[in-house]
């Protein structure tokens, strides 16, 4: 069993910045693609980032190439989202998600039913 739990969120302003962390418990972390996704009101839950377990790939969705870095510290058992220029459109509560998959190389961003632990979330607020 893996417990993810994030932190970081909080309000800021349009150009500003936040990091978002994911710590996760148990040792398997390290074999684990992480995501982070995101679900505004009204709206399907978007995937934003995947990294892979080495941290060697990432990908993002289109609209946050730029301006959104993922990152990971296995010793941590902590995965990052560093998040800059934000915009009010990214307003919207952050999850994480592990696939417990070695292989799952990120090379694009999995579908939700292919994760099999998240997290509570993280809202994030953007203010014009």
């Known amino acids: 069993q893996v417990q993810l739990v994030e932190s970081g969120g909080g309000l800021v302003q349009a150009g500003g910045s936040l990091r978002l962390s994911c710590a996760a418990s148990?040792?398997?972390?390290?074999?684990?693609?992480m995501s982070w996704y995101r679900q505004a009101p009204g709206k399907e839950r978007e995937g934003v980032s995947c990294?892979?377990?080495?941290?060697?790939?990432?990908n993002y969705v289109d609209s946050v190439k730029g301006r959104f870095t993922a990152s990971r510290d296995n010793a941590k058992n902590t995965v990052y989202l560093q998040m800059s220029r934000l915009k009010p459109e990214d307003t919207a509560v952050y999850y994480c998600?592990?696939?417990?998959?070695?292989?799952?190389?990120?090379?694009?961003?999995?579908?939700?039913?292919?994760?099999?632990?998240w997290g509570q979330g993280t809202q994030v607020t953007v203010s014009s």
């Open positions: 148990g040792s398997i972390f390290s074999i684990a693609a």
């Open positions: 998600a592990a696939l417990m998959d070695s292989f799952a190389t990120c090379a694009r961003i999995y579908d939700v039913s292919e994760y099999e632990y």
């Open positions: 990294i892979s377990s080495s941290g060697g790939r990432t």
